[in-house]
């Protein structure tokens, strides 16, 4: 097994298809405030990347439009950073959305970053072994022998999962290391 700067990198992608999910739940509005005005698809997929270890050091959204028309839209949504993925116009926070002015008749991308402390609704933990003997991440590079990864994702369903245990239940976990 490689060592990757400085720690294995497992990437879980939680494919969503409700607007602002983790980030906020909602849906995306017309600029002038009005729901159910735009006609917009809208797609989003989270990504949560591990270390080696399970700790999450970041949560990102991709979030994707598809406007018959050019559009100006507020979609929900708290971000510590933005990106737009199309074009190179700038994209504006405010009051908890972020307006994104999509384009006609094709997709229009952003990213949004959210805070590496955003709670999941799922706990993962990886395991590692090296000959039937378990190891740490750090043990493996280098290593010769028969190598097992234990990969172990539990939906939370605790009190403190603040509301985001329902997405375990409807949503779709992708992982891959």
């Known amino acids: 097994m490689r060592k990757q700067d400085g720690a294995r990198v497992v990437r879980a992608a939680v494919a969503m298809g409700l607007a602002g999910t983790l980030a906020m739940p909602g849906a995306a509005w017309a600029a002038d405030g009005s729901a159910g005005a735009l006609s917009a698809e809208k797609d989003e997929v989270v990504y949560v990347k591990t270390g080696a270890d399970g700790a999450t050091p970041g949560v990102y959204v991709v979030n994707a439009f598809d406007t018959a028309t050019a559009a100006t839209v507020d979609d929900p949504g708290r971000y510590t950073r933005v990106k737009n993925l199309t074009t190179e116009d700038e994209l504006v926070q405010r009051d908890g959305a972020v307006q994104v002015k999509t384009l006609s008749g094709e997709p229009f991308y952003y990213q949004g970053d959210l805070d590496a402390a955003t709670e999941l609704p799922w706990d993962i933990a990886l395991s590692y072994y090296l000959d039937g003997r378990a190891v740490g991440p750090d043990e493996l590079a280098g290593a010769t022998g028969k190598v097992r990864v234990v990969l172990d994702v539990k939906a939370r369903t605790d009190a ?12 779709l976990l992708q992982a891959q290391g």
């Open 160 to 171: 403190s999962a603040n509301g985001v245990s329902d997405f375990a239940q409807s949503c």
